[in-house]
């Protein structure tokens, strides 16, 4: 299917169990979801570009404490927070990212000024700080990100571990979570962005595949662009999102066809997650191979259609 313009996002793959999740809280990520695909809804609608939709989405989303990234990103091991995050666009595959970040209100702005400011792909540490600080990047205190669940969350993961429980027996949603967005404008062009909170209970320093390029974030206008969310050094060891263009590119599989298939065989290794695409031609693809993954998306009619376990897209 093509249409004029397309999006889709992700609040990350590893929901809630089933029988954890209320109806009330069912219904806060529902309108999470919704607010961040309006947002990008209204960039797109208005002749945007595809960059800047999936910016606003995925603004909207770290700005929602619901979703690992921003206001709502996990802890590590030590009790601190570590954020990544990085943009993509499919025009001429310029790119930023940010990892092990701190202070940037929203992540997402900060892999935007890396691309847009330095010479550079990927800043950690101090130098990706005083570029935000030098462009005006709204900074924040412990006191926004820190929120009770996630705190929780470590405690029960620091628990388990203390107790000689594998990590991999945790459910999915203290283990990994992400937000990201995809988008197609109506010029044709294609963009990606993904922010994350990485895993619960990390060794600080850790770094997944939300802010390297061709892992968890991937656009080229020729093929797709792609944001991925799970357990991500499968999807760094696999380079999934471009894995999924050199199978668009080189295999003349179509996009839903190579996006499946992977997610597939991605879970068949261990590798627990998900992702969001979309292609040259605005078809979209939304595979997970775990639990559940909060999941929306819109075509140019403009209704919004979300859902967190494989079950029927709720429109609004």
Known sequence: MTTEFALAIHGGAGTLRRGEMSRT???QYHAGLRRALQAGRDVLAADGS???????AVVALEDEPLF?????AVFTAAGTQEMDAAVMDGRERRAGAVAGIFGPKNPVLAARAVMEHSPHVLLIGDGALALCREHGLQFAGPDYFFTESRWRALQRTLDLE???????TADEARRHGTVGAV???RHAN???ATSTGGMTGKLPGRVGDSPVIGAGTYADND???????GHGEFFIRYAVAHEIAARMRHGGQPLGQAARDLIEQLGGLGGSGGLVAVSRGGELALPFNCGGMYRGYLEADGIVYTAIYDEPYRSA
């Open 25 to 27: 809280r069912a219904a």
């Open 50 to 56: 595809a960059l800047d939709a999936v910016t606003a």
């Open 68 to 72: 690992n990234a921003g206001r709502g």
């Open 162 to 168: 203390r107790g000689g429980v594998a990590d991999e």
């Open 183 to 185: 988008a197609r404008d």
């Open 190 to 192: 294609l963009a990606a």
């Open 223 to 229: 093929t797709c662009a792609v944001s991925a969310t």
